[in-house]
């Protein structure tokens, strides 16, 4: 295959870097890839986690033999060539329930010297059921990401690449996951530095919520005892794969939401846990991997979920008239704030963002706001501001606010009305991802390629990010990270790209102070800020 600037590179897909967890090796740590003799055929991906989509007619798609990666090099050490290039490891976004590394290209990316590695790893209830003991602990896919880094430690140099210039980066529960690695001690040592990109292990879906009610919710629907840990999980066992998987759509109300139904957890018991005090607690400590960290976020963060309904009519107005019921799916606290909090909770929010409006088409942009500030921004942030505080290395930040032709909210909505930049959109710009068109046809579109890739690859290969002509990014002030002003980079535009600061980007002494009782974020927290 070639880059878009005609680079020829060479592709292996499908490669097998833990065994098929399936039987008895569901719900169980990823096992050690079985070997083969002579050479493989590495010419065609594996299959995508199986995952439920919600797609009606499609509602469950993938297989459960998933564990796979593939791998993009342009030099390979061929003939006694010494090839050590940085290598790329990317963690695909989806919530932790959808998605897969297949669709993310290295089009732009591998016009620059280094390896990209994209794999698939567990999903939903597959990959982070957890009985909250020994049986099973959870965190299955976390690990399966951990297993992918180890896959590469052991084997990158075959490729081209330096397994001690690793960088990992991901998008949105992609970023999340990033962060999640530099927390835990399982993951020590098998990267350099890390990318996350509208996501942290702070965001509302940064941990699961209600998993014992959960499965008991699963285990009703598919006639299973839970006299005990491990009689419900062997009948789990025991569920075809799509059939379990079809039961997560019972937990999302409102148009996808709540998003995350299983995702990471702190593991109360087992011998390898890849996380055991919440995100938050460790942070705060500083028992973190020391390293390099980009964050970043867009303007229009709320637009995912919000592109669902906001051009659905029906949609809308359900949403006008019944947000005292949906806010609490919509914003992901329907599982923290207790029953007799929560409409109080839901009406201080409402009247904190609309007001006397009235949630519709016009107001769109006050409802994209309030999305974002909960599901993403103000915890994007936090993390970033305590990460800096509590490590050497550096920390930078980015904030986005380009829409191009396309937007991820083209292909949610159906239409090309432009309501903003949405979650992910900067990602438009470093993957030819096939689900999305591609960014190419303007000139303005095309540099940004070029300033995003770039500034990709610069970090990558050499640690610190540079967009475009702009070479003088200041990381986050360490000394005033929790109550000074944040340092960021601004890149509105191929040409309008400067250095600012900001207090907050959302809302944090609104969310803060209310009462989410968050597993991951630790609110209250904005007292760390004054």
Partial sequence: MQTWMGRNVSAFLGIPYAAPPINGNRFLPPQPPAQWSGIRNA???????????????????????????????????????????????????????????????????????????TFNYRLGILGYLTTEDSVVPGNMGLKDQVA????????????????????????????????????????????????????????????????????TRVAQALNCSYSSSRTLVNCFRRIPAAQLVLQEGMFQYFYYTPVQIFGPTVEREGSQPFITRLPYEILRTGDIQDAPILFSSVTQEGLVPVAFFITN?????????????VFPYLLEYIYTVTSENRNATTTKIYQYYFGSQSISLATNQTLIQMVGDRDFVDDIETAARIQAF??????????????????????????????????????????????????????????????MSGLWASFVTQGIPRAGEYTNWQPINRKSAMTGPLNYLMIASP????????????????????????????RPTYSLRK
């Fill in 148 to 215: 992918l880094l180890r896959w590469v430690q052991q084997n990158i140099q075959s490729f081209g690449g330096n397994p001690q210039e690793v960088t990992i980066a991901g998008a949105s529960s992609g970023a999340d996951s990033v962060q999640l690695h530099y927390l835990s001690r399982m993951s020590r040592g098998l990267f350099k530095r890390g990318i996350c990109l509208s996501g942290s292990s702070l965001i509302p879906i940064g941990m699961m919520r209600a998993p014992i009610y959960k499965n």
């Fill in 495 to 522: 040409s309008s790209i400067s250095l600012n600061q900001t207090l907050a980007f959302g809302h944090p002494q609104f969310w803060d102070n209310l009462p989410l009782n968050e597993p991951g974020s630790g």
């Fill in 390 to 451: 509590v490590q050497s290395s550096p920390v930078y930040f980015y904030r986005f606010s380009y829409r191009g032709q396309y937007s991820v909210t083209d292909f949610i909505t159906g239409t090309n009305i432009n309501f903003g930049v949405a979650h992910t959109d900067d990602t438009l710009y470093l993957s030819n991802n096939p689900n999305f068109p591609p960014s190419e046809n303007t000139p303005s579109d095309r540099a940004m390629i070029t300033i």
């Fill in 43 to 117: 010419g065609s991906m594996g299959s995508i986690c199986i995952q439920y989509t919600g797609a009606s007619g499609s509602e469950v798609v993938g297989n459960e033999d998933c564990l796979y990666l593939n791998v993009y090099t342009p030099i390979l050490p061929a003939n006694g060539r010494n090839v050590s290039l940085p290598v790329l490891v990317y963690i695909h976004p989806g919530a932790f329930m959808i998605g897969t590394g297949n669709v993310f290209g290295p089009r732009y990316l591998l016009d620059y010297n280094l390896v990209l590695v």
């Fill in 313 to 325: 009519t029906t949609g809308l107005s359900y949403l006008s008239e019944n947000w005292l019921e």
